[in-house]
Every structure is written in structure tokens, then in C-alpha cells.
């Protein structure tokens, strides 16, 4: 199974400040013949149901805010938030879905100060 | 708008049965691939089983494999997961996830989520 490695497991920011998090996979999740990376992220706000925020690494979904940023190839993958929202309180997932089993990191804790 | 709406979960007792529903609507349910993922109490996101648009490809987790079993109803617009030999360990809030492409697993759209709660 890939294993996804997310840290840090929770962090603290400021309203406006950027953030970064940072998804490791055990196995790399570019496919050779698309040149795609198969990560995704998502966002869980307290008592919600998980929201898809990028897919394919770097594409953000439709009404996703421009402050949320995928970037990363191959084994590492980094979400930054340019500028941290008060909304933005949530936990944070990534997810591969290279091969079955597909499997999520444990996630980054939000926290606002 | 996609709404996909689960039902069935509730208290029940290890090693009896349970049946997921999750009636979906706004989206042409046939054309899509459907996901079951759970997540225990406090805990993390784990994908459980998977449904291609026409049933033709089913794949499970591990820790479900020869217990659940994931089907579908495309005139009745619903997926289903039948849950067997339940155990503790399945104590899940589960959700219902619409797949974004054919052989794309990521998940754009997710239900509320249903308990299910396996205890004596």
C-alpha cells in the first residue's frame, strides 16, 4: 500500500499569514504516461463533510479561493495558503489514488490564533 | 446541485449485518464511479470500496474485503454498501463520494456521512 506521510500534524497561524503542509508519498504518484500526478487535497472543517479542493496535484477546483495552492511532483507535495482566512479552520488531507488501495494522509490540523 | 444522501447506519451489535444506502441526485448517477470511505470518531479519512459507473469494477480495502460489498441501482439512482461480520473496529461515520472521472479516485462530491456503530 502507499503510505502518505502529512506534516505538520497541527500548526497555528495568524489571520494573513502564509502556510505551508506537506504531503510525502512512499511511492511516487507520477504516472509516466500522462505525466500526472494522482494526489489530491482536501479540506474538512469542523462537523463537515470533506470538501475536494485540488485534484492532479495543482488543479484547484471550481470556486476554490486562489489562496490555496498545490504544488509538488513525484513523491512530495506541499499545500500552501497564501494568505490564512479565519475560514480556513479545518483539517487537511491529502489522498492518493494512484493504485488501490487509495489512501489519505492523516492529516494537518488548522488552527487559527 | 449534486446531493447524494446516505441512510441505514445506527447501533448494531458485532458480527450482525447492516445496509448502507446513499440516494444521489443533480448528476446523471450512471455516468459516474461511487466510493464508500469512512472515518472512525476523531480520526482520519479511509477509503472502504469502490464502484465503477456499470458495476463492472469493484474493488475493496483490505480490512473490508470479504465482509462489505458495494452495489448499485442506476434506475434508482443509489449505491449501496451490505455490511457483514461487523465489528467494533467499524465504528465509522460513512460517507458516500461521487468519483471525478472514470479512472479518477479522487472524490468531488460527499454525502453528510451516516454512523454506524458496532457494539454489544
Known amino acids: 500500500d502507499i503510505v502518505m506521510t502529512q506534516t505538520p500534524s497541527s500548526q497555528a497561524v495568524s489571520a494573513g499569514e502564509k502556510v505551508t503542509m506537506s504531503c510525502k508519498s512512499s511511492q511516487s504518484l507520477l504516472y509516466s504516461e500522462n505525466k500526472k500526478n494522482y494526489l489530491a487535497w482536501y479540506q474538512q472543517k469542523p462537523g463537515q463533510s470533506p470538501k475536494l479542493l485540488i485534484s492532479w496535484a495543482s488543479t484547484r477546483e471550481s470556486g476554490v479561493p486562489d489562496r490555496f495552492i498545490g504544488s509538488g511532483s513525484g513523491t512530495d507535495f506541499t499545500l500552501t495558503i497564501s494568505s490564512v482566512q479565519a475560514e480556513d479552520l479545518a483539517v487537511y488531507y491529502c489522498?492518493?489514488?494512484?493504485?488501490?488501495?487509495?489512501?489519505f494522509g492523516s492529516g494537518t490540523k488548522l488552527e487559527i490564533k | 446541485e449534486v446531493q447524494l444522501v446516505e441512510s441505514g447506519g445506527g447501533l448494531v451489535q458485532p458480527g450482525r449485518s447492516l445496509k448502507l444506502s446513499c440516494l444521489a441526485s443533480g448528476f446523471t448517477f450512471s455516468n459516474y464511479g461511487m466510493n464508500w470511505i469512512r472515518q472512525a470518531p476523531g480520526k482520519g479519512l479511509e477509503w472502504v470500496a469502490s464502484?465503477?459507473?456499470?458495476?463492472?469494477?469493484?474493488y475493496y480495502a483490505d480490512t473490508v474485503k470479504g465482509r462489505f460489498t458495494i452495489s448499485r441501482d442506476n434506475a434508482k439512482n443509489t449505491l449501496y454498501l451490505q455490511m457483514t461480520s461487523l465489528r467494533s473496529e467499524d465504528t465509522a461515520l460513512y460517507y458516500c463520494?461521487?468519483?471525478?472521472?472514470?479512472?479518477?479516485?479522487?472524490?468531488?462530491?460527499w454525502g453528510q456521512g451516516v454512523m454506524v456503530t458496532v457494539s454489544s
Open positions: 464502484i465503477s459507473s456499470s458495476s463492472s469494477y469493484i
Open positions: 489522498e492518493q489514488y494512484y493504485d488501490t488501495p487509495f489512501t
Open positions: 463520494a461521487r468519483q471525478g472521472g472514470v479512472w479518477d479516485y479522487y472524490f468531488d462530491y
